[in-house]
């Protein structure tokens, strides 16, 4: 699978992403500090889908209909990150890709995975 780690991802996340054989580009080897709105974009024209921390994409998903190829949006307190990166994994191998175009919650022991298709992108 093909994935862009927001810059505020913790990069466990990528390294256990990478070490399972997916594709990922990270923002803080690329381009560190580039606005959201240009992760977004970036995000939607590679078809890759966000790993973030950040909540604001999911308000430029749902209240600006931002085109999104997904997010995957991670939602771990400090005492339960030891197991953040293989959830994520888990969550790649195992749902693949469905969670293209969907937006994804992720928090220990729990995914919430939406029904309703993000908007595609035009690019």
Same mark, same amino acid.
Request: aromatic share 8%; with cysteine.
């Given at each position: 699978?093909?994935?862009?780690?927001?810059e $505020?991802?913790?990069?466990c996340?990528?390294r256990?992403l990478?070490?399972? $054989?997916?594709?990922?580009?990270?923002?803080?080897?690329?381009? &560190?500090? =580039? &606005?959201?709105?240009?992760?977004?974009?970036?995000?939607?024209?590679?078809?890759?889908?966000?790993?973030?921390?950040?909540?604001?994409?999911?308000?430029?998903?749902?209240?600006?209909s931002?085109?999104?190829? $997904? +997010?995957?949006?991670?939602?771990?307190?400090?005492?339960?990150?030891?197991?953040?990166?293989?959830?994520?994994?888990?969550?790649?191998?195992?749902?693949?890709?469905?969670l293209?175009?969907?937006?994804?919650?992720?928090?220990?022991?729990? +995914?919430? =995975?939406?029904?309703?298709?993000?908007?595609?992108?035009?690019?």
């Amino acid at each position: 699978m093909r994935f862009l780690a927001d810059e $505020g991802c913790d990069f466990c996340v990528v390294r256990a992403l990478r070490k399972a $054989g997916h594709d990922v580009k990270a923002i803080a080897e690329m381009s &560190p500090g =580039i &606005p959201d709105e240009e992760v977004a974009m970036l995000s939607a024209g590679e078809m890759r889908i966000l790993l973030t921390e950040d909540k604001d994409f999911g308000q430029m998903v749902y209240a600006k209909s931002q085109a999104s190829a $997904g +997010v995957i949006f991670i939602r771990f307190p400090a005492n339960a990150r030891q197991s953040m990166s293989d959830m994520i994994v888990r969550l790649a191998d195992e749902y693949g890709d469905k969670l293209h175009r969907r937006f994804v919650v992720v928090r220990p022991g729990r +995914v919430r =995975i939406t029904g309703i298709p993000l908007f595609a992108t035009e690019i």
